[in-house]
């Protein structure tokens, strides 16, 4: 575009189209609906049970019993998907609990499909919740140090997807970002005959320190070291292009950037070249701080949190994946 091809003042006056509500909404660019909303939910063993998270207020870990209520509710008010994370009762260093037949978001996926059909259950894939040291891919020791093995942790990957995708999981979401994995999952599914399920693949998904609360929430933080082997470094943009190009090429339906609001330019340039459903993950520390300064007093929740989904629409997200999804759903049907 050119600023030959615009108009002047005083012909033209961008304000004519601001002066009033119905002005607006006529030629407003960009929609935020219940409808792209997606919510992340944590499960864990026991009964009657809503853990609070602290530094995400509204937040919980559930009995899958209180999952099933609260998924109800969220379904009540549109949200159409769910998001869902495990936290075992035992942890290992081949994170059993992720495989197992009646690993708890295996139980709880039975539960959420018995209870609500129409809901989407999607279920993450990672290793992390489920090791003992809190990794996302099996550990190897020696003199030099720790190591994440690439390679050997599809397997277990592949394996977790298929579980989840028996006990009835509507598509799986893979976050531990191993090379290869989207293609190990789709084989897998492929060979058992699941061929139709969708994989969401958590494509671009950097090491991030907006991730703090989460650790807490799904009781995931690493005992030594960091993910900054296998997450991908804030700096690169380029670099999140040729991933999400790979795990397209491995089979990937939707490709995700996590974080959301800091990385709005990767949401924009993964959309623009590939074209492909896009998800944005609206991460625990983005939900923490606008909690934080809302609880002061020092800006408007509601306003706040509808002008940073937007902003993640106008990016080009097609997928939002928020902790706010219900309050969301509420205001928007208040609107
Ligand atoms: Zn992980």
């Known amino acids: 575009m050119s600023l030959q091809s615009f108009g002047q003042f005083p012909a033209c006056r961008p304000r004519r189209l601001r002066q009033s ?6 030629v407003s660019e960009t929609q935020l609906s219940v409808a792209h909303l997606v919510l992340p939910l944590f499960v864990r063993s026991g009964r009657k049970l809503r853990r609070p998270i602290a530094a995400m207020p509204g937040v919980f870990q559930f009995s899958p019993d209180e999952l099933v209520r609260e998924a109800v509710q969220a379904h009540e008010l549109g949200v159409p998907a769910v998001l869902l994370f495990g936290i075992p009762d035992t942890k290992d260093a081949k994170a059993s609990g992720a495989y197992a037949r009646n690993g708890i978001v295996q139980q709880a996926v039975r539960l959420l499909k018995k209870a609500l059909p129409e809901l989407l259950v999607i279920t993450d894939v990672c290793l992390c919740e489920y090791m003992e040291h809190g990794h996302c891919g099996i550990v190897s020791r020696d003199k030099a140090g720790a190591k994440i093995l690439n390679d050997p942790t599809l397997k277990l990957l592949a394996r977790t997807a298929a579980s989840q995708v028996a006990a009835g999981a509507d598509m799986v979401a893979p976050s531990d970002m191993m090379d290869g994995r989207v293609r190990a999952i789709r084989s897998e599914l492929d060979t058992l005959g699941f061929t139709d399920t969708p994989i969401m693949s958590y494509a671009a998904k950097f090491a991030s320190a907006f991730y703090g609360p989460f650790r807490e929430a799904a009781e995931s933080a690493p005992k030594f070291g960091d993910r900054r082997s296998y997450q991908m470094d804030p700096a690169n943009a380029a670099e999140a292009l040729r991933e999400v190009a790979l795990d ?5 339906d939707i490709v995700m950037v996590k974080p959301a609001l800091a990385y709005l330019d990767i949401v ?3 959309k ?3 074209g492909y459903p896009t998800a944005a993950y609206a991460v625990s520390g983005e939900y923490a701080m606008v909690k934080a300064a809302a609880t002061n007093g020092w800006i408007d929740e509601r306003a706040v949190t509808l002008e940073s989904l937007l902003a993640m629409r106008r990016a080009g997200a097609d997928i939002i994946i928020t902790y706010a999804a219900s309050d969301v759903a509420r205001w928007l049907s208040e609107k």
């Open 272 to 274: 623009t070249e590939f």
């Open 268 to 270: 924009h340039r993964v």
């Open 21 to 26: 509500p119905v002005l607006r909404r006529l």
């Open 248 to 252: 397209l090429q491995e089979g990937a």
